[in-house]
């Protein structure tokens, strides 16, 4: 199986634009989630969703939409970018039993300028 | 919410000797601490976790250690190699209902010179 998937892996975005980050699952993991990554900031849940058709906010939400229709996919919507989300970002995923492993994606490196 | 602090931010070893980077929590709820390794532009992977009910936990080179009563757990590093060299992140994970959100340290980078 193929695990974890993020496209694209990298994008450049204009202020305002917006765009998808897509992330996908193979592994029937009910437990998903997006975290940024910045410089000397660590790994920052942005979202995260339990289970198709539940999400729920993270740390750092704001200026981020998700949705959760199928167990596989976990897309990470920017409405309008601005300077401060560029960022490295990875989706990660594990079942939903207690003290599972977090697989991470790939990731997507994103610059708005 | 938990707070993960991660100590040092950098670290330079000679190549064969031993690593240690320090982690300390808040929340005396969290019964999970893993750690992540992360290569320069690659995903984070696990490489080694503890649970509450264990002091102690070794793979090869690696160990972990757990101190539930200060909140600290540490990653030890024997014979490091260059390979080692990576940003390793500590985590923590509380216990209950609905807690599947962990909660990383910033990281430490660690550079093995040969």
């Known amino acids: 199986n193929a695990g974890v998937t993020q496209t694209p892996k990298f994008q450049v975005l204009k202020t305002g634009q917006s765009m998808t980050l897509q992330c996908a699952q193979d592994?029937?993991?009910?437990?998903m989630s997006w975290y940024r990554q910045d410089p000397g900031m660590g790994l920052r849940l942005i979202h995260y969703?339990?289970?198709?058709?539940?999400?729920d906010q993270g740390e750092v939400p704001n200026g981020y939409n998700v949705s959760r229709s199928t167990t596989e996919d976990f897309p990470l919507r920017l409405l309008s970018a601005a300077p401060s989300q560029t960022s490295v970002y990875f989706c990660?995923?594990?079942?939903?039993?207690?003290?599972?492993?977090?697989?991470f994606g790939p990731g997507t490196r994103l610059l708005v300028l | 919410g938990e707070n993960v602090e991660q100590h040092p931010s950098t670290l330079s070893v000679q190549e064969g000797d031993s690593a240690v980077i320090k982690c300390t929590y808040s929340?005396?709820?969290?019964?999970?601490f893993p750690w992540y390794k992360q290569e320069l532009g690659k995903r984070p992977q696990l490489i080694i976790d503890?649970?509450?009910?264990?002091g102690e936990k070794k793979d090869q080179r690696i160990a972990v250690t757990l101190n539930k009563t200060a909140k600290h757990f540490s990653l030890h590093i024997t014979e490091t190699q260059p390979e080692d060299s990576a940003v390793y992140f500590c985590?923590?994970?509380?216990?209950?209902?609905?807690?599947?959100?962990?909660?990383f340290g910033k990281g430490t980078k660690l550079s093995v010179i040969p």
């Open positions: 990660a995923s594990s079942y939903l039993r207690s003290q599972e492993t977090q697989y």
């Open positions: 592994m029937n993991h009910e437990y």
């Open positions: 969703s339990v289970g198709a058709g539940i999400t």
């Open positions: 929340d005396s709820a969290s019964n999970y």
């Open positions: 503890i649970r509450s009910n264990v």
């Open positions: 985590a923590a994970l509380p216990s209950g209902a609905g807690s599947y959100q962990l909660t």
